[in-house]
């Protein structure tokens, strides 16, 4: 059985993780408005990779015994003055959230909690994934300066990203 604290963590990790689901759907949206569609494709598997995050959290509470309590999501930002200027957004928010996951690890040694320190291994391993993939999405964009024949040709390619559902 799941200890109250670590509980009440993995709890505020599911809202933190629905929370950038819908802030990188609100991207999809400034994207769409600016015909980008294939950076708002690739934001819109962003999202439903967040969503899927927050179920991996949601059920392994379920699993331990605990109780999933879910909270008021806020209203993410929705607009920006530039496609640069999204991508620092995106990339600042990943090193916030690695930020909250090693918290979270440093909670469950406290707790000598080694099934959550366990399971969170997993979004350790995302989330080196998911900075060095947008800071170099990032690197990309400042190269092309955000527009251009760069910026069409990059659309296309962020055009074919897929969501594949996590085991
Ligand atoms: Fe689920 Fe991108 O952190």
Redesign the pocket.
């Known amino acids: 059985m799941i200890k109250k604290r670590m509980e009440d963590e993995l709890n505020k990790q599911i809202n933190a ?1 629905f929370y ?1 689901s819908y802030l990188y759907l609100s991207m999809a949206a400034y994207f769409e408005e600016k015909n980008l569609a294939g950076f708002s494709n690739w934001m819109n598997v962003q999202a439903q ?2 969503w899927a ?1 927050g179920l991996k959290i949601f059920n392994f509470v379920n699993e331990r015994g605990g109780s999933v309590k879910l909270m008021a999501i806020d209203a993410p930002k929705n607009e920006w003055n530039n496609i640069i200027e999204v991508f620092e957004d995106v990339y600042a928010h ?1 090193q916030k ?1 690695t930020g909250l996951i090693n918290s979270l690890i440093d909670v469950a040694i406290e707790e000598a909690d080694h099934a959550t320190k366990n399971f969170l291994q997993w ?1 350790i391993d ?2 080196v994934e ?1 900075e060095a993939s947008v800071s170099t999405l990032l690197e990309q964009i400042k190269m092309i300066d955000g527009k251009g024949t760069g910026l069409f040709m990059l659309d296309r390619e962020l055009g074919s990203r897929t969501f594949t559902a996590l085991v």
Do not use: L
């Open positions: 993780e950038s990779e967040e995050h990943e959230i979004f995302e989330q998911e």
